[in-house]
C-alpha cells in the first residue's frame, strides 16, 4: 500500500496526460465494440487507482463504484468527483482481498466488473470473486508475459549475481482458468514501451517496489539502490525505459 501511496503523483501524470487518455479511449471503444453498453450501466472499477476508468465510465453517463485502498489515490479522484461536479461515483477505500461481497451486497449487482492492471486480481479466489460480482460482463487486464525494464535487467545481476527472472505475473493462467470452466470470452494482446524520468528519490522507491513485486523485500537493497540511482542520475533526474506486453480479457455472461 505505501508502495501505491507513494506512486500515486506520478501514477496520475501518466495515466492522464495524451498517451493515457488514448489508451483510456482505446479501451472504453474495444468495449462497445464487443457489445458493452455505456450509459447508464452499473460498474465496480476493482483497483481503481486515481480514477482513470471510473472518471471515464462516470463522464459517460455509468453508475460507478470505485474501488482503491491507497489513501493519495482516493484523495486525487476525490478531488476530480468535486471539480467535475460528479453525482455518480462511489468510492470504497478497501482492498479486494478484503471484500465480502456477501455483506456488500454486490454478488451479481454489476454490468460490468472492471480490473484495469489491479493487483488485487492475483489468485482463483479475487478472480472468481470478480466474476460473482458481474451480472453481465468482466473485464480483466493485466500483463502478458514479457515485462523488460532496462534499469532493472542491468540492476538485478548487480544485487542478484543472476540474470533477472521473467515477471512473475502472465494472463495466460487466467484466460487458461477462464476457458476451462466453460467461459464466454474475448482475448486480446498487444505490446507497449514507455520512457519515464523521475527525481531520484522517487526512482529509489519505485525500483524498491518493484523488487517487492519480485519477492526481493529486502531492506538490505535500499541502500545499494540508491548508490546506483545516485550514479545513474544526470542533474538529478534518472530515466528509464520499459517495453512490455499486456493483454485483456472480457467475459460476456448473458
Not at 66 to 88: C, H, K, T, W, Y
Not at 176 to 197: D, I, K, P
Not at 200 to 214: I, S
Not at 223 to 232: D, L, Q, W
Request: charged share 25%.
Amino acid at each position: 500500500m505505501d508502495f501505491w501511496n507513494k506512486r500515486s503523483e506520478n501514477f496520475k501524470n501518466n495515466t492522464g496526460g495524451e498517451k493515457g487518455k488514448k489508451r483510456v479511449e482505446k479501451v472504453m471503444c474495444w468495449l462497445e465494440g464487443q457489445g458493452v453498453p455505456m450509459d447508464g450501466i452499473s460498474v465496480l472499477d476493482i483497483g481503481a487507482g486515481p480514477g482513470t476508468f471510473a472518471l471515464a465510465f462516470a463522464r459517460r453517463g455509468c453508475k460507478v463504484v470505485a474501488l482503491e485502498p491507497a489513501g493519495s489515490m482516493v484523495a486525487f479522484l476525490q478531488a476530480e468527483i468535486v471539480q467535475e461536479r460528479l453525482d455518480n461515483i462511489t468510492i470504497v477505500q478497501k482492498t479486494w482481498e478484503g471484500i465480502d461481497p456477501v455483506k456488500e451486497n454486490w454478488e451479481g449487482q454489476f454490468d460490468l466488473v472492471f480490473a484495469s492492471m489491479s493487483p488485487g486480481i492475483n489468485n482463483r479466489e479475487t478472480l472468481d470473486k470478480a466474476l460473482n460480482c458481474a451480472r453481465k460482463h468482466c473485464y480483466i487486464s493485466t500483463f502478458a508475459g514479457k515485462r523488460e525494464n532496462d534499469v532493472l535487467m542491468e540492476l538485478w545481476p548487480i544485487l542478484f549475481g543472476e540474470e533477472m527472472p521473467p515477471w512473475p505475473g502472465d494472463i495466460i493462467y487466467m484466460l487458461n482458468y477462464l476457458y476451462a470452466q466453460g467461459y464466454e470470452l474475448t482475448f486480446r494482446v498487444w505490446e507497449e514501451s514507455w520512457a519515464e524520468e523521475t527525481s531520484e528519490e522517487e526512482a529509489a522507491g519505485n525500483l524498491l517496489g518493484m523488487m517487492r513485486m519480485y519477492g526481493k523485500e529486502n531492506h538490505h537493497l535500499e541502500g545499494r539502490i540508491r548508490t546506483f540511482v545516485r550514479e545513474k542520475s544526470r542533474k538529478g533526474q534518472f530515466n528509464q525505459e520499459t517495453v512490455t506486453r499486456l493483454g485483456q480479457i472480457l467475459v460476456s455472461k448473458t
